[in-house]
């Protein structure tokens, strides 16, 4: 029975290892096992922090339009004027909003002066006011 020589194909393996984790320090970019162990953390730490990076956005957006709105005081807390502009349909997501209230107050004043009257208009109906 004649020998295989299978020499090429783990080295084309490692070397393609070596290449993504040539930035580590240390064993982790030089010993293969410690390699691969890294490169797996590296690749799991990398797809948690993709949607990590989303939620502390949305945080982040949250975080704003509530400083403006309590600082302009014309609702008394973020979800009440959410609720209300859920209940208008204006469907703006919190990413725009955000940058409304950073950018342009008087636009969102604007857009909520429109949600008070509109609730307003609402309860007088009712018959509450």
């Known amino acids: 029975m004649t020998r295989i020589k299978r020499g090429y ?5 490692r070397t393609k290892m070596r290449l993504f984790s040539s930035t580590f320090r240390g064993a982790h970019s030089r010993l293969i096992r410690t390699m691969t162990q890294q490169k797996t953390r590296a690749l799991g730490s990398a797809h948690r922090d993709r949607s990590r990076k989303k939620r502390d956005f949305r945080r982040l957006w949250i975080t704003r339009i509530n400083a403006v709105i309590r600082e302009m005081r014309v609702f008394y807390s973020y ?3 959410m609720h209300n502009l859920h209940k208008k349909h204006l469907l ?6 955000s940058q409304i209230a950073i950018l342009n107050r008087n636009c969102l004043s604007m857009i909520s002066n429109e949600i008070m009257n509109f609730h307003f208009a609402g309860l007088i109906l009712q018959g509450r006011v």
């Open 9 to 13: 194909i783990a080295r084309r393996r």
């Open 79 to 81: 979800s009440v004027f």
């Open 92 to 97: 703006l997501n919190r990413k725009i909003l």
